[in-house]
């Protein structure tokens, strides 16, 4: 008989610019689980790319600066953080538009995405762990106790996303940012290997018209009676008491 994993793994997966990460990082805090962003990963990835002058619509070239290139995660105080090749990446050279633009690209490799599958499967065999990205819930944990897929129109994600880089100091206009947006997509969806698309049982979530307050109170229901059938009925999963037990105002 297979063993049972004894932690947890929350799946969240989406489109960009839909609130997944910020409603991740809130949930990891309150569960004291920890979070990962898994598109840092493959950020890191174009980011050398970009500084090695990589043309990203060539596959060979991309391949080639990354072959011996080694990624992987390390958490400090909880907070996560990407090693390239042995050497932290600061998280603010992962969020520039031009990364936005160059990490599909670079994404939609398999040798790629191998890359990046290992790291995360081995935290969820050995974290309890909330996994933000496009293909948690349909690759990298398949088994996931709880997966949500977020979403929301492109026009709503497009002007959270201005703000992000206005708030960075970065100059870029709407129609720029909403344009990177609907390629993104475009590739995400439409990659041959693990493309975007919501798990048959994961639980939709569209943020287009509500509030982070409003979409976190439906989702701490969730999450907080899914976890008590955890503990109530799995003993294979050693989680304590406190793990599970959510801020009471969070559900009102």
Excluded at 35 to 40: D, E, M, Y
Excluded at 50 to 70: E, F, P, R
Excluded at 114 to 120: D, G, H, S, Y
Aim: charged share 25%; net charge negative; glycine share 4%.
């Amino acid at each position: 008989m297979q063993n049972k994993r004894q932690n947890i793994c929350i799946a969240i997966d989406g489109y960009a610019g839909t609130g997944k990460s910020s409603l991740g990082k809130l949930l990891a805090t309150d569960l004291n689980f920890c979070f990962l962003s898994t598109g840092s990963l493959y950020r890191a990835m174009a980011y050398k790319c970009l500084t090695n002058g990589v043309d990203v619509h060539d596959k060979q070239q991309i391949l080639d600066a990354l072959k011996d290139t080694t990624v992987d995660i390390v958490f400090k105080d909880d907070t996560p953080y990407v090693v390239l090749n042995g050497q932290l990446i600061k998280e603010e050279l992962l969020h520039t538009k031009e990364i936005d633009a160059l990490t599909p690209f670079v994404a939609k490799h398999q040798e790629i995405r191998e890359k990046a599958l290992f790291v995360q499967q081995d935290l969820v065999k050995t974290k309890n762990i909330v996994l933000e990205g496009r293909d948690i819930g349909t690759v990298v944990a398949p088994d996931a106790e709880i997966k949500l897929f977020f979403t929301a129109s492109p026009e709503v994600r497009a002007e959270r996303r201005l703000q992000q880089h206005k708030e960075s100091g970065e100059n870029v206009g709407y129609e720029e940012v909403l344009q990177n947006i609907i390629m993104r997509d475009f590739e995400d969806a439409n990659r041959k290997i693990s493309p975007l698309k919501p798990a048959e049982d994961a639980v939709m979530i569209d943020t287009s018209h509500t509030t982070l307050q409003d979409t976190s109170k439906k989702i701490y229901g969730l999450v907080f009676n899914k976890m008590q059938q955890i503990l109530n009925s799995n003993s294979d999963i050693e989680v304590s008491e406190n793990l599970i037990t959510l801020n009471s105002e969070k559900q009102m």
